[in-house]
């Protein structure tokens, strides 16, 4: 299975980033032999709104299994779910370390949305 | 004439502006559009008589999954982000459609088609000889253009229509302003009101609308907005200086041209003041 992690920027020495559609990387990795497989830039993390379901449909395009971030939208989670990629939350410090957490079995996975919906960077709400 | 009032933020009297204005005209066969759909007030001091009430909505996307592809088009063709196209479903985020009609447009399956949601209520009245308009903003909702420009539709070419826009500098004051020939601003002789007149003044004037400015409160601040205006070359149409009275009239819902005669001459003075400035350029 492929594990996205969102990270500020590539390979497995990134670190980290919490936020999910507004992540400028993906780190994709194959946990099993602890590789990354690939970096993907971000493109929606500027997006004025909507950055969460773009960033899940294009970890869907990557046939990515699960993500491991620190927070999800609702929008984001519903999209992610809908996609039938699992969220974890708990990024370590670097992509690195995020892994070797994952491994251990100790990071759950997420039921609720962590965050409230956000609407970029105009101000108004999205419910 | 289509003549705007609006501010750079709330509570600075650009409802008491729009309505004793309208008031103080009544003999001329004029029009006044409530665009402040977020928090409609114009019609507590007008009481209107509704005639006509409809829904206004936006037409969103609907998929037909028989034909979808999942070809991702849609997706890439929506400025929005209301769009996600997965493996074996599209999700439409609705709230933040614009109703662009764009997905539909370029699906090459045609598994698009369009329904409305609904985002508000247009209300259309008379205040006696007053002609009135607005827009009800569903609570919550942040798509208030397309409700926006459905009011402004009761302008009539060749008549006066007065539009009380939404406070602020966003896309809403930008749809209300919108083909107006002159928009008054109205502020305060504070700094905050200061900032907010020098950012909906310069919107105004990217607009390449003619503006020119109310002091509401005008004795109970400084004189910085006043040299602003000099500065800038924005005419002060009009000082309004604080008065409990008025205060109070106005907190009962009663306009203040009713109680001081005098704010009627004022008022009828500044419009023939605006008036001149759009010469040639009315519609
Ligand atoms: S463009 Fe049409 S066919 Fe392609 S994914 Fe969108 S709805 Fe489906
Ligand atoms: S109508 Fe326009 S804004 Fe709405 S989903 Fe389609 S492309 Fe996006």
Redesign the interface.
């Given at each position: 299975m492929k594990i996205a992690i969102c990270a500020q920027g590539e390979g497995l020495n990134a670190k980290t980033d919490r936020r999910f559609g507004r992540s400028p990387y993906f780190v994709l990795v194959d946990p099993d032999h602890e590789t990354v497989l690939e970096s993907i830039r971000n493109e929606?993390a500027d997006?004025p709104?909507?950055?969460g379901?773009?960033s899940?449909?294009l970890l869907?395009?990557h046939d990515v299994g699960a993500v491991i971030t620190g927070n999800v939208g609702p929008?984001a989670k519903?999209?992610l779910q809908?996609?039938?990629i699992v969220i974890y939350t708990g990024v370590q410090d670097t992509v690195g370390d995020t892994i070797k957490e994952f491994m251990k079995g100790v990071l759950k996975p997420l039921s609720g949305a962590t965050v409230p919906g956000h609407?970029g960077i105009?101000?108004?709400?999205?419910? | 004439m289509r003549l705007a009032v609006a501010s750079g933020k709330g509570g600075t009297g650009k409802t008491t502006v729009a309505v004793n204005l309208a008031l103080a005209l009544r003999q001329k066969n004029l029009t006044l559009l409530d665009c402040d759909v977020e928090e409609p007030n114009a019609h507590l001091f007008l009481k209107p008589v509704f005639y006509f009430t409809k829904e206004v909505g936006i037409p969103v996307p609907r998929i037909d999954f028989a034909r979808c592809t999942f070809c991702g088009r849609c997706s890439e063709v929506c400025a929005f982000n209301a769009l996600a196209v997965l493996k074996d479903q599209v999700l439409v985020f609705e709230e933040l459609c614009h109703g662009c009609g764009s997905c539909a447009y370029f699906c090459p399956e045609r598994a698009i088609s369009e329904h409305e949601r609904p985002i508000g209520i247009l209300e259309r009245g008379n205040a006696g000889n007053i002609k009135f308009g607005h827009g009800r903003l569903n609570p919550g909702e942040a798509m208030s253009p397309p409700l926006i420009n459905e009011v402004k539709k009761m302008c009539r070419p060749g008549l006066i229509t007065i539009i009380d826009a939404p406070p602020g500098t966003s896309c809403p004051v930008v749809s209300a302003v919108s083909d107006c020939d002159y928009c008054i601003l109205v502020t305060e002789p504070t700094s905050f009101g200061l900032h907010d007149l020098d950012l909906v003044s310069r919107m105004v004037k990217k607009m390449g609308v003619q503006a020119g400015v109310v002091i509401n409160r005008s004795d109970l601040g400084d004189d910085r907005v006043e040299d602003y205006c000099r500065d800038k070359g924005l005419p002060v149409l009009q000082k309004i200086p604080f008065d409990r009275e008025l205060a109070e009239y106005q907190a009962r819902g009663e306009p203040i041209v009713k109680h001081r005669p005098s704010w009627h001459d004022y008022f009828e003075k500044m419009f023939y003041r605006i008036a001149e400035k759009c010469e040639g350029v009315s519609r």
């Open positions: 929606n997006a709104g909507g950055a379901p773009q899940a449909q869907s395009e929008k519903q999209a809908a996609a039938g609407s105009q101000k108004g709400q999205w419910r | -």
